[in-house]
C-alpha cells in the first residue's frame, strides 16, 4: 500500500489527487462510491480529523482520520477549484464526480509505476476493492476487535467481517507451516521412565 499511495506523480494535478484519494481509501477501507462521492464537507481535518461517509442504504458512518491522511487532504485542498462545502472532494479534470472505471484505471496505473520498485506487485490482482480487504486485514492485525472493523468498513452485520478473521488464520497456519520442512514427522514426547512409574502409581 504504502508503494501504490507512493507512485502517483505529485506534480500533476491528477496525481496530488490521486495520491489523496488513495490515501484515504486505505485510512477509511470506503467503497469507491463512497470516496468519489464525498464533498469536501464531508472531512473534518482540525482538532479531531474525521470523514463522513455515506453508505449503502443512505446509511452515514464516521471514520477517524490518521494525522497523515489529514495532513496529505490538508494539502490537497490548497488545489482544489472548488473548496465550498458542496464541491467534491476527488473531482475529474472537470470538476464533475470521478466514476468508478477512473478511479479503477488510476490505481492501475499506480500499481504499474509501484511495481517497478515492487516486483512483487506484479503477481496481485489489485482493485480498488483491495484496498478496502487490506484496510480490514491491517486493522485486525494490529489488534482492532471485529466488531469495530465491522463498524469502520459500515458492514450491517458483523458476521460479514469474519472473513477477514478467518484469512488471518489461514495467513498465520501457513506461517507457521513454514517453520518447519513438510517432509519433517514431528517428533513425539517420551516421557521418562522415572515420570511414568511416578504417573502409574498414582
Known amino acids: ?25 486505505y485510512n477509511t477501507g470506503a467503497r469507491v462510491s463512497e470516496a468519489i462521492g464525498l464533498r469536501v464537507g464531508d472531512v473534518v481535518l482540525d482538532v479531531s480529523p474525521v470523514a463522513h461517509l455515506h453508505g449503502k442504504g443512505r446509511k452515514r458512518r ?5 494525522r ?16 465550498g462545502p458542496q464541491g467534491y472532494l476527488f473531482p475529474s479534470c472537470a470538476g464533475k464526480q470521478l466514476s468508478r472505471s477512473s478511479v479503477t484505471q488510476r490505481l492501475a496505473q499506480a500499481v504499474a509505476q509501484a511495481t ?6 506484479a503477481e496481485r490482482a489489485i482493485s480498488p476493492h483491495t484496498i478496502r480487504h487490506t484496510t480490514a ?3 485486525l492485525q494490529s489488534g482492532v476487535d471485529i466488531t469495530v472493523i465491522a463498524l469502520w ?5 458483523p458476521s460479514t467481517t469474519h472473513i477477514y478473521m478467518e484469512a488471518d488464520l489461514a495467513m498465520k497456519e501457513e506461517a ?20 511414568m512409574a511416578f504417573l502409574q502409581s498414582l
Open 116 to 121: 517497478s520498485k515492487l516486483p512483487a506487485l
Open 68 to 83: 497523515a491522511t489529514a495532513t496529505t487532504l490538508r494539502q490537497w485542498l490548497r488545489h482544489l477549484p472548488d473548496t
Open 153 to 157: 468498513l459500515g458492514h450491517e452485520h
Open 62 to 66: 464516521s471514520v477517524p482520520l490518521w
Open 176 to 195: 507457521l507451516s513454514r517453520l518447519q520442512p513438510i517432509a519433517t514427522t514431528p517428533a513425539r514426547y517420551r516421557p521418562p521412565d522415572q515420570l
Open 1 to 25: 500500500m504504502e508503494a501504490i499511495i507512493a507512485a502517483p506523480d505529485c506534480a500533476t494535478w491528477a496525481g496530488r489527487r490521486d495520491q489523496a484519494l488513495f490515501t484515504l481509501l
Open 137 to 139: 486485514m491491517h486493522l
